[in-house]
């Protein structure tokens, strides 16, 4: 349809009908669905279901069955308006992968763009035609439980993260969904829905660039937050949602707010009333309002009253109607929802082994002293609340069911072709400390050679409204690894988390560690390959893993301080007192940022700089040697970092600008390179412009940000 023709559809609404096009609620407040009674409309006053079905969207439409069935009743009630379906389809739809943290870490753009076009895939067939993702709010704080959702610490993968899922989604046939904007993931002590206060450099820096990179992909939809920054929520910062992300960025698809968030503002204690919510959002440019009431009972009096202009609502409208536009609904209202296509490729055999690939190339090996991988003759037992469960596919796990995921005991017998012994020996649920089965695990795995022990966080205990304020694994599992321990065996963890846990009171017993997150429906058959070497590890970490809770937020591209501490010591065991730092912890994380081992073994030699300046306008080449030198072939990230020596604003430490996923067969040497030119080096100068100064830099190279090779240049004004 031709945007003149939108405009007409606009201009024969009523007042009530425009409002209600800008109003989503899940279907099953109007359709009787048994939930209705707990979160339905009888909260809400004056609105009745029937009003409902001419809302423009929903969210979270059961199945295609009632996708379809819907849109033929409100067809039947004579509303011709294409019903547009969203969904949270954040990793996997039916067919599960990692959760997107882990997706990160393995730091394969196309990898992620493939699962992220097969969720869409599935999805699209059962009636979805927008999600709500990428999730991109930058994270530091592991308490929070989102982090699960996110790309990470790092702004600038954080940001490719999100454009290769975007590319996915809209190559697999659905609209997208940028959230949450902005600086959700700031959350005060990881607290869920917490206050957020960012200054205005911190924002533009850290935490805009990575929603800012997702508009290079032309993502349909942004969400707008939850949280309170720096003293307004988020709607109420017109400088943020209309004079940024409108005019500075441009965009110019659909905002929605998060779920319930407008009426919200005032327990926030920013509006008094629901009328002022609605006035507030609307003039912030919200076009739809996400299961809050206060446009649909609010904005045709509002309109009727001369409070707000009927052109401004009518602006909202008209974005959604594009949105459906380019979605192709007016020719297709169905879109691409068609039941029996849906049954061919849900969960299909190629869909397994792209998820597998998913699970293997994300979980990433902490630590091993040699004691991986496993050889198929080994004795082993599997042990821990994780070892048959299938518990593990992580939540926001849209359509994605428990109970067709593999264990890790199924994929490890279907390996082997044979039984293996295992036990749980307690639960891994927080507040579940029943001790009793420990002994019996314990003597189980004392018949082993090898004792591989399944624990962490169970997949409940993360995601959104699960922050915690204690992040080590629980009291029960480190007794039961203590236990295991004593039986000096060979000891391997397999650790389950939807964030990087505190490993402190465990790493200590630990041969070696894989951290598996929460590693979809193929999980099992994924771990199992990675223990038996059928697959070889290469996942970093995309969050620095702390020490203890007490140190977060604990990330890599910090800023130094005066009183930098140099040996990274506790004061109480020697560390410099009267510098930065705790009396009783290390300031270092226990793995940094950008960590993985290998099976394969990989040095970093001769880093060089083309020349020793760098001349605006000019390009410089940094190039380094990297030898796989141990006897298996395998995948490294090579990581490029900058920090700008002294500028017009502290700069951070590291800054990583650049990767390279390169395969090495053992033995195999290549030299890899990676150009600078000013536009690496500009950030937002203390005169607010965003610009290189001119100056020392230092280069920094390596397989983690924190064992790296270095060199310096200078960038100068001349030549
Ligand atoms: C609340 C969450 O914050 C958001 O991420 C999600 O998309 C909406 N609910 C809809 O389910």
Redesign the pocket.
Known sequence: MEEKDLKQLVAAMSLEEKALQLTQFPVYEWEGHASAVVTGMSNYGNISCDDLWKSGTT??APDGETVLSVRRRRREKGIDDPFLV???VIHGYRTIYPVPVAMACSFHTELIEDCACLAATEAKYDGVDLT??P?VDLVRDARWG?VM?SGGEDPYWSGEVGKAMIRGYHRGGIAC?V??FAG?GAAEAGREYNTTDISERNLREYYLPTYRACLEEDPEMF?S??NLLNGKPILGHKEIVVDLLRKEWGFDGVLIS??GAVDEMRNHGYCATGKECARVAIESGLDIE??SPDYVRYLPELIREGTISEEKVDECVLRVLKLKNKLGMYEAPERYTDLKKRDEVTLSEEARVLVRRAAEESCVLLKNNGALPLKEEENIALIGPFADSKEIIGTWQAMGRCEESVSVKEGVEHLLGREVPCAGGCSGMLFSGDESAIEDAVKLASRADHIIACVGEHMSNSG?AHARADIRITKVQRKLIERLYTLRKKLTLVVFGGRPLVLSDVEKYADAILYVWQPGTEGGNAIANLLYGKAVPCGKTVMSFPRSTGQCPVYYNCFATGRPRKNDLPTMLGGDSWTTGYDDECNSPLYPFGHGLSYAKFEYEELRLSRETLARGGKLTARVKVKNVGSVDGTEIVQWYLHDEFASVVRPLKELKGYERIFLKAGEEKEISFTITEETLKYYTDSGEYAAETGAFEVFVGGNSRDCLKAGFQLVDGE
Request: charged share 25%; with cysteine.
């Open positions: 969210l979270n969203m969904f949270d709500f993702s999730m989102r959702e969904c959230k949450h959700y969400m937050s939850f998060d779920y996400m299961a959104e």
